[in-house]
């Protein structure tokens, strides 16, 4: 058993498989110490005395290789400092007071530690769902109940003569278990890990995908997002009838505000511009930010009513309270077009949208602001 765990320490380097291994392989020389037969009775009281000593190592290594595979840390190195000398009191005890100072105590602290472990092995089952880990601790807890079983055989209950052979008879039948429970838990382990870091995987690729379809300054989604979105957006306004409309958004004195008041200003016009869109706009639908100050919104209604909504928003952002922490003069333009059935490709309406929103940019502003802003944007603007 001990050898199958170190080739799967071999291959996993996980300190609770060398803990568990270290606890098995602590009984060899628990069980060999008994077998010769002493002629002095004080040394053989001796190695019994060992002999529980080294039972309760191994229950330590038990509870040790749980306590690694949870990494509470409930056990501490200065701890190791009691085994000192409670292997004295179990090398001394027997030959000074006879064998029974020592075979009650020690399978009661055998079973005290076993229980503690199995205890722990549970946690792992409610933790992870690991069927090793719930056997594991099933036989962890059966080792416990032999152990009492043991200790009462030695307080001379009635009855419990003749139990010693049933007791060891169930130990070896619950190794051949806890040896299959474990060798389960390393398995599980394994493949726990492997969907771990699948699921590590599947977070950055949406984290990177988020990062590279998202404007990093307003929080809207970017011109690439549009790409993505716009095939399945026109498969289902061809498919199903939906109608489906485009708004083309600009800041009115955008650029001046950049030029008098510095990026950090237009940075927060931006932002807030982003909020606001973002709080008048459906879930359902897109805000994207276009390129500067421009932002468009994939909406789906009619023609007829994306120019209603275009108004909407015209006159909610002149009336929001919040407009009067902003630069004077700040306000939006907007041009609205219908997506026709049949198409397949949105730029073009895009270009259509841009020309109208300067349309209601020239219908709502004085026209030496309108030259200005035509001016300053001329570079900007597409055929």
């Known amino acids: 058993m001990c050898g199958l765990l170190l080739l799967q320490y ?33 040394v053989a009281n001796a190695a019994l005395g060992l002999s529980q000593f080294l039972r309760i190592c191994s229950a330590i290594f038990f509870v040790w290789s749980a306590d690694l595979y949870r990494q509470t840390g409930y056990l501490k190195v200065r701890w190791l400092r009691l085994l000192a000398p409670g292997a004295v009191w179990f090398l001394l005890a027997p030959v000074l007071l006879g ?63 003749k139990a010693a052979a049933d007791i060891f008879l169930v130990t070896v039948a619950l190794a051949v278990l806890a040896a299959v429970g474990i060798h389960l838990l390393v398995f599980e382990d394994m493949t726990y890990e492997l969907r771990m870091t699948n699921r590590r995987l599947e977070i950055a690729r949406e984290e990177l ?70 709080r008048h706009i459906r879930e ?24 209603r909504k275009a108004a909407a928003l015209k ?14 003069g700040i306000g939006l333009s907007v041009g609205s077009v219908e997506v026709p059935s049949g198409i397949t490709d949105l730029l073009p309406l895009v270009g259509e949208a841009d020309a109208r929103m300067y349309q209601d940019k020239a219908a709502s502003r004085p026209p030496e602001s309108v030259k200005e802003q035509e001016a300053s944007a001329a570079p900007r603007r597409r055929p």
């Open 99 to 161: 064998p029974r100072a020592v075979l009650a105590p020690g399978f009661l602290i055998d079973a005290v530690l076993l229980a503690a472990s199995a205890a722990m092995y549970a946690a792992i089952l409610i933790e992870r769902r690991m069927v090793g880990a719930g056997l594991t601790a099933l036989v962890l807890l059966g080792l416990a109940v032999t152990n009492i079983a043991s200790a009462l055989t030695q307080v001379g209950l009635p009855g419990t003569e």
């Open 10 to 42: 071999a291959h996993r380097r996980k300190p609770f498989i060398l803990a568990w291994a270290a606890g098995w392989l602590m009984l060899t020389p628990a069980y060999l110490v008994l077998s010769p037969a002493y002629s002095s009775v004080g």
């Open 209 to 278: 995908m988020l990062a590279a379809t998202t404007d990093p300054l307003t929080g809207c989604h970017n011109r690439r997002f549009l790409e993505q979105v716009m095939d399945r957006e026109l498969q289902r306004h061809t498919r199903f009838g939906l109608p489906l409309s485009l708004l083309f958004i600009d800041v009115d004195r955008f650029k001046a505000i950049n030029d008098t008041l510095g990026h950090d200003a237009g940075d927060r016009v931006l932002k807030y511009v982003a909020g606001f869109l973002t």
């Open 315 to 328: 006159k909610a952002f002149d009336a929001a309270p919040e407009a009067v922490d902003l630069p004077p």
């Open 284 to 307: 359902a639908d897109y805000v994207f930010r276009w390129g500067g100050d421009e932002f468009l919104v994939l909406i789906t209604c009619v023609g007829e009513e994306a120019a």
